[in-house]
């Protein structure tokens, strides 16, 4: 099983900024799609970036866009949401989520992802 675990959620200000990341462990695969997603109190979770393996592909939902930015450290194994100009609105629990995958193809929906890390809270304040 691939084991995720995401780290760096906290409390900010609105327009601050704040770095997400998410590091995998166990079984890995050299093909895979990726992808954050977020859950605010009440609401269903929602999709937030998708990228594939080979990283020519990423896809931000629209209220994100300009304003968060994936990369990654592949020796580390670990993969960063750079969260910029944060509003209240994305207050949300994070999750990062994996999908063994060889298509190139990118999932927005929850129910494609095969792991799931357990979530890293983020409290953005007016």
């Known amino acids: 099983q691939v084991h995720l675990v995401e780290s760096g959620g906290g409390l900010v200000q609105a327009g601050g900024s704040l770095r997400l990341s998410c590091a995998a462990s166990?079984?890995?695969?050299?093909?895979?799609?990726m992808a954050w997603f977020r859950q605010a109190p009440g609401k269903e979770r929602e999709f937030v970036v998708v990228?594939?393996?080979?990283?020519?592909?990423?896809y931000y939902a629209n209220s994100v866009k300009g304003r968060f930015t994936i990369s990654r450290d592949n020796a580390k194994n670990t993969v960063y949401l750079q969260m910029s100009s944060l509003k209240p609105e994305d207050t949300a629990v994070y999750y990062c989520?994996?999908?063994?995958?060889?298509?190139?193809?990118?999932?927005?929906?929850?129910?494609?992802?095969?792991?799931w890390g357990q979530g890293t809270q983020v409290t953005v304040s007016s």
């Open positions: 166990g079984r890995t695969f050299n093909r895979y799609t």
């Open positions: 989520a994996v999908k063994v995958d060889y298509s190139g193809r990118l999932y927005t929906s929850k129910s494609a992802y095969e792991y």
């Open positions: 990228f594939t393996w080979n990283g020519d592909m990423t």
